[in-house]
């Protein structure tokens, strides 16, 4: 198994996982306001006809508003909660809570909410409500339930270990920390995902922000989440 990092921007990634000869594509990061950007050129790196699948850990701009683009370039079969629809189709997204101090700071940072504009509409061609194996199309690996962050987060674990969580588990400020979600709509879903990751097996969580972060690490964090909030 081979893990390519894509980053766009100073400290948002997404993710190409090769195995066996197949790609799964975990976000699409986001394109917006990068003048010439393209996510062809930003997945350079990235045998785009070996693309299978494409996995949407939940439905923010910057996890997913790639997706078009995406799918276009691949074909691949978009897999994602149900909740994630309303992003696809209309751009739309929950804004943010703050969980904490961190997570306040980072909302002060942060403008206010806009639907993104999609060029086209998107499917959900494979619906996530439950815990789902991935070995059928060809990856050691199955999708959980992470809600927390959002009601439609879902994280992909492989059977070696390696996380991909999304916002679930972050470095907000590119500082060189470890946090559960500092932006969260459920925080007893929050904590009950960090456990859900932790009993799946995680020794590596990479995220959407910051990382990639080893076991003790997140164990750290959530003990930090579950004793204070933090």
């Not at 993710?15 to 975990?26: F, H, P, Q, R, S």
């Not at 897999?79 to 703050?98: I, N, Q, R, S």
């Amino acid at each position: 198994m081979e893990v390519k990092t894509i980053s766009v921007g100073p400290i948002t990634n997404f993710y190409a996982v090769e195995e066996n000869g197949k790609t799964m594509l975990i976000d699409t990061g986001c394109y917006l306001n990068q003048p010439g950007w393209t996510l062809k050129a930003v997945m350079s790196g990235v045998d785009l006809s070996t693309v299978s699948l494409i996995v949407l850990t939940h439905g923010h701009m910057d996890h997913a508003g790639g997706i078009h683009h995406a799918k276009t370039l691949t074909g691949a079969p978009i897999m994602a909660h149900p909740d994630c629809d309303t992003f696809l189709k209309t751009g739309k997204f929950t804004w943010y809570v703050p969980r904490n101090e961190l997570g306040q700071a980072f909302y002060d940072n942060i403008a206010a909410p806009a639907p993104v504009d999609v060029p086209e509409a998107v499917d959900i061609d494979i619906p996530v409500t439950e815990e789902t194996d991935l070995h059928p199309y060809g990856f050691s690996a199955k999708v959980i339930l992470t809600p927390g962050h959002t009601l439609d987060a879902i994280s992909v674990v492989f059977d070696s270990g390696e996380a991909f969580v999304g916002d679930t588990v972050l470095d907000p400020f590119g500082e060189g920390i470890c946090t559960f979600a500092v932006l969260s709509l459920d925080n007893e879903a929050l904590k009950e995902s960090g456990r859900k990751l932790l009993d799946a097996g995680l020794q590596k969580a990479y995220s959407g922000h910051g990382g990639p972060f080893d076991r003790k690490q997140v164990e750290e964090a959530y003990l930090n989440l579950v004793d204070h909030n933090g």
